[in-house]
């Protein structure tokens, strides 16, 4: 069974503890997690995110006007099942590169071997209305009428660029709709096998390649599925189920 601890705990008793630590004494690094962003082997960022003209799977030309996405209930896991939760969440605007790094409050943990998890978008325990000032505040709640919370992604753009007759997409992510007052939560648990090794305090590089959003195992064909996303249950669990190939490990900064 997996031992929980709570970073709250832990720094309590770090504190409680004498200033003068011997040398048999348990570092306890501080851990933040920076998310950068590509399209396959492309960067995408602040400078390029509006004029980088990139191709998905489907064979559409793609310009990007704008991606917001959010994240939460991190979680680090030893090599003794021992798993490390960090409070909060991080809602990613690429157009402003402050918002890549997610730094928790309180984030102190022992030296050692882990794999990461978290969520993509909340969880069902903390997809509550009106619940975040700071996402009220963004825009970023989704609907009632379509089973209310927040938005996990907003992706918006224009597609076949490359002909006389570009049109928009809105690819936005969030609580699906099954029927009229009948709804299924719809976030994903990512879980990240890449080992890190943290010795010290530590970023750890979380890369997101958007290509994939558009590929795998769904291949996307904006020709059908552009805009009017929102109420369009097949549409959420698509994106759902795209998701997953989404992230993997970067470098681990010491």
Not at 61 to 83: D, H, K, M, P, W
Not at 109 to 117: A, E, F, N, Q, R
């Amino acid at each position: 069974m997996k031992k929980i601890f709570v970073l709250f705990t832990l720094l309590i008793v770090t504190l409680s503890c004498h200033e003068d630590f011997d040398d048999n004494s348990v570092l306890t690094p501080k851990v933040d997690f920076n998310f950068t962003h590509n399209w396959d082997d492309t960067a995408i960022n602040s400078s390029n995110l509006e004029t980088e003209t990139v191709t998905n799977a489907n064979g559409e030309v793609i310009n990007i006007s704008s991606i917001r996405y959010l994240v939460s209930s991190f979680q680090l896991t030893n090599l003794a099942g021992e798993t490390y939760s960090f409070e909060g969440y991080n809602l990613t605007d690429l157009a402003i590169e402050d918002s890549y790094n997610f730094i928790p409050e309180i984030n102190n943990i022992p030296t050692g071997t882990y794999t990461l998890k978290f969520v993509w978008g909340f969880n069902e325990e903390d997809n509550i209305d009106g619940q975040y000032q700071d996402l009220n505040t963004a825009n970023w709640s989704w609907p009632e009428m379509l089973g209310g919370g927040y938005h996990f992604l907003q992706f918006d753009g224009m597609y076949n660029v490359d002909t006389t007759n570009p049109l928009p997409f809105n690819f936005h992510n969030g609580t699906a709709r099954v029927s009229e007052g009948v709804f299924e939560q719809n976030f994903a648990v990512i879980q990240l096998d890449t080992p890190i090794t943290i010795t010290n305090n530590t970023t750890i590089e979380v890369k997101m390649n958007l290509a994939e959003l558009f590929t795998n195992p769904n291949t996307w064909d904006l020709n059908v599925l552009d805009t009017d996303l929102m109420p369009n249950y097949q549409a959420q669990k698509m994106m759902q189920q795209n998701i997953m190939s989404v992230f993997s490990i970067g470098e681990i900064a010491q």
